[in-house]
């Protein structure tokens, strides 16, 4: 047995009920062990929360599913059920509707190339789809270097290579351009405002600046125009719920309100066990990080100022109309300004890029009368060096959020019944991440400033999954983390096998 791995039924001490955390902990406990889960807050899931007045529902982190193999997977390996006897899972199509300053309207199609392009020449011009479509071929090409290193196994010891940026540089002339940014791949490839737009906004939604992201970037819209948007019938949150009861089914134990401040070593330096705030002690054998606590060579890095997620909850009188799009997103009207806003500091945009979140979904509303709204909005953790909890803050700007989201919903002013406003604040509160920051999926290039640690920390005993550590945030990324680390305690190299 390799020196740092565990014997069978080991005690295993997991910090936080996110998914990363409850994905690893299902795994562990099919493979014997006696896993306890300790969670500061009152409830699983973390950022996967929901929010629920009068009848109305609504996801208040993700609010679509990507790659959803990766839970397919954990379902197969944790039981007998598959995933979809569990939650009813559709692919969102169209997979967005884009709105732009200048009134463009385009619709794509969930997860076919053609249809892509054919919508791209019909809003933008002839052509506009082919430059689309070589992008998303270069785009392949990011994706089959990265996806096992990125996705699948667990971060090598070399990463180097990761850091190079494996976007095919485009030959312009004589030159060769080497590791341009997205922004910059964007404008010079699709060569139309529009089309670039499109292309940010993808990174912008994972909270990525598209001025300094690598053109590896591109893997994001990639990944969804290849394998497709998924909603969960009754919002993302079932899909947490989901995870939940099968962590129980397999004895995972939970316990709720246990803030976890520290994680002990023994005379050996190896991981031990779990301080909680209340005093007591936890004995473990191993324990698993699935949040970033202050824990020594635990998960908490970040490369740079992450953002956060502003969101508007509206409940609305009328049904939803038969032929809404699921997903509609709103183009900023000044986009360097956004994103001076979002990374640099600045105080919120008067017309910010709106995600629309509109789902078909019965259970979501009181009856067929009535209509959920989502809308999402990447935003920096203070609000212009304002906190976000300052009187009337996040008031004005969900005022600009509504404003801006009336190009996608018709007559929504007049249809409003309530709103509720959710800052960073809330997700700092449901997650524990400092500031409310929502990390993104780990990317190649920029010399590896958007990789995540390792999952294996310098105490012995001791790895972390979730976002915050490798391969990064994403309900996808996460999920794969807990297959990574149950593999590792296993003696594995990391990865789902
Ligand atoms: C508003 C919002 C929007 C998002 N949108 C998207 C999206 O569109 N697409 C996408 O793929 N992903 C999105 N995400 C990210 C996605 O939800 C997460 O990456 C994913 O759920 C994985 O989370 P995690 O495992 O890192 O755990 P987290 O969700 O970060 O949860 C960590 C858990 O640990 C607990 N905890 C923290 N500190 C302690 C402690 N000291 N002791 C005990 N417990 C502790 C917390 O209470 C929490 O339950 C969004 C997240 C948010 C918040």
Redesign the pocket.
């Known amino acids: 047995m390799p020196p740092d791995t565990v014997a069978d039924m080991a005690r295993i001490a997991v910090?936080?009920?996110?998914?990363?955390?409850m994905a690893t902990a299902a795994r562990l406990a099919v493979a014997g062990h006696r896993v306890t889960v300790?969670?500061?807050?009152a409830t699983y899931g973390?950022?996967?929360g929901r929010f629920a007045r009068d009848g109305f529902t609504f996801d208040?982190?993700?609010?679509?599913l990507?790659l959803p193999a990766v839970y397919r997977d954990l379902f197969v390996k944790t039981g007998k059920e598959s995933l979809e006897s569990h939650v009813a899972l559709t692919q969102v199509d169209p997979a967005s509707r884009h709105l732009f300053p200048d009134g463009t309207d385009v619709s794509l199609p969930n997860a076919t190339r053609a249809g892509v392009i054919s919508a791209l020449d019909g809003a933008f011009g002839a052509g506009a789809g082919e430059r689309w479509s070589e992008v998303m071929g270069r785009a392949r090409e990011v994706w089959e270097t990265t996806r096992r290193p990125l996705l699948e196994d667990a971060l090598a010891d070399d990463t180097a290579p990761l850091g190079r940026d494996p976007y095919p540089a485009v030959r312009r002339g004589l030159f060769r351009r080497g590791a341009p940014s997205l922004a910059s791949v964007a404008e010079r490839e699709l060569a139309d405002p529009r089309a670039a737009a499109l292309l940010t906004s993808y990174a912008l939604?994972y909270g990525f600046d598209p001025r300094t992201v690598p053109a590896s970037a591109t893997v994001l819209p990639y990944m969804e125009q290849t394998f497709g948007a998924w909603y969960v019938r009754g919002g993302m949150r079932a899909l947490a719920d989901a995870v939940y009861e099968r962590c129980l089914a397999r004895k995972v134990e939970f316990h709720f309100d246990?803030?976890?401040v520290g994680v002990r070593t023994g005379p050996d330096g190896r991981a031990r066990g779990l301080d909680l705030a209340d005093g007591r002690r936890i004995d473990a054998d191993t324990v698993v990080a699935?949040?970033p606590?202050p824990v020594p060579g635990g998960p908490g890095r970040a490369a740079g100022p992450v953002p956060g997620?502003f969101?508007v909850c509206l409940a609305l009188r009328g049904p939803r109309p038969e032929d809404t799009v699921h997903r509609t997103v709103v183009h900023a009207a000044d986009l360097r300004a956004e994103w001076e806003s979002v990374f640099s500091g600045g105080a919120p945009g008067d017309s910010p890029t709106v995600t629309v979140l509109r789902p078909d979904d019965p259970s979501t509303v009181p009856d067929a009368s009535h209509e959920a709204v989502t809308l999402q909005v990447t935003v920096a953790t203070t609000a212009g060096g304002e906190e976000w909890t300052a009187p009337g803050v996040a008031a004005d700007f969900a005022e600009r959020v509504v404003k801006a989201a009336e190009a996608a919903v018709p007559g929504l002013r007049e249809r409003e019944s309530w709103r509720e406003v959710r800052t960073p604040a809330d997700?700092e509160r449901?997650?524990?991440?400092p500031g409310g920051a929502?990390p993104g999926p780990a990317l190649a290039g920029a010399g590896g400033l958007h990789l995540h640690p390792a999952n294996v920390s310098a105490v012995p005993g001791l790895y972390s999954?979730?976002?915050?550590s490798h391969p990064g945030?994403?309900?996808?990324h996460?999920g794969m983390s807990g297959a990574i680390v149950a593999d590792l305690i296993a003696g594995g190299p990391g990865g789902s096998r």
């Open positions: 910090i936080g009920a996110g998914m990363g955390a300790h969670e500061r807050s973390g950022g996967v208040t982190g993700p609010g679509l990507h939604a246990n803030e976890v699935g949040a606590v997620r969101v997700t449901e997650t524990g991440a929502v999954v979730g976002g915050w945030g994403g309900l996808a996460a």
